[in-house]
């Protein structure tokens, strides 16, 4: 693959927190709350687009209507390495046995890779575990790209509009494996933890 030009790297870099869009918060304990729900605290308490990144999580805001013409696209996934790409939809009505899946999604777990998602239409959110192993939920929105990195805990919820259509990225042949917590003596777990774990 011909290395990156100045400008394909400049496109790939993750967005700075500070021009990022992203909503993302502290969830509240309460587990009697259906999970689609924002489960904010009262009050708010946000959690800033810089913890993320300390956390290994990184973000962009693309052009959704224009994915499959998208030079920012092409250069992320040529600078990140993502050759494998297909689209997914989960709603009611696209996915049979929508409420149980659901449920599964939620289980708290983590991958042995990257896991990547771009929200093309729709929303979801994304909760995962801080350096104090507090719930951030990330609510992605049509445009936002995120990686969660190889080995943190986390899960995926749809929320109330039950309807996300997301491309799926993947360095090879893809792997969704979700090794639920917990995991401490996994090697990705580790890896994990020696970039991003709390000193
Ligand atoms: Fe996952």
């Known amino acids: 693959m011909a290395p990156l030009t100045r400008s394909e790297q400049a496109l790939a870099e993750a967005q700075a927190p500070e021009e990022s869009t992203l909503d993302s918060w502290y969830m509240n304990n309460d587990d009697a709350q259906d999970q689609r729900s924002q489960r904010r605290k009262t009050p708010n308490e946000p959690a800033a687009i810089a913890k993320l990144r300390e ?18 696209l ?12 297909d689209i997914i939809t989960v709603s009611p009505d696209k996915l049979p046995g929508y409420e149980d899946k659901l449920k599964i999604f939620f289980e708290e777990h983590i991958h042995t890779d990257e896991e990547i998602r771009y929200v093309l239409e729709g929303s979801g959110f994304f909760d995962v575990r801080d350096a104090q192993d507090k719930w951030i939920r ?10 969660l990195p190889e080995g943190i805990y986390h899960r995926f919820t749809l929320d109330e509009g039950n309807y996300i259509k997301a491309m799926r990225l993947f360095v090879g042949e893809p792997v969704w494996t979700a090794l639920p917590r917990p995991q401490e003596s996994h090697k990705s777990r580790d890896n994990y933890l020696q970039h991003f774990g709390a000193s």
Request: proline fraction near 2%.
């Open 74 to 85: 092409e250069a992320i996934r040529k600078a990140r390495g993502y050759s494998y790409q």
């Open 55 to 72: 956390l290994g999580v990184l973000s962009w805001k693309l052009d959704a209507d224009n994915h499959e013409n998208d030079p920012k």
């Open 138 to 147: 990330v609510d992605c929105q049509k445009g936002d790209m995120i990686v």
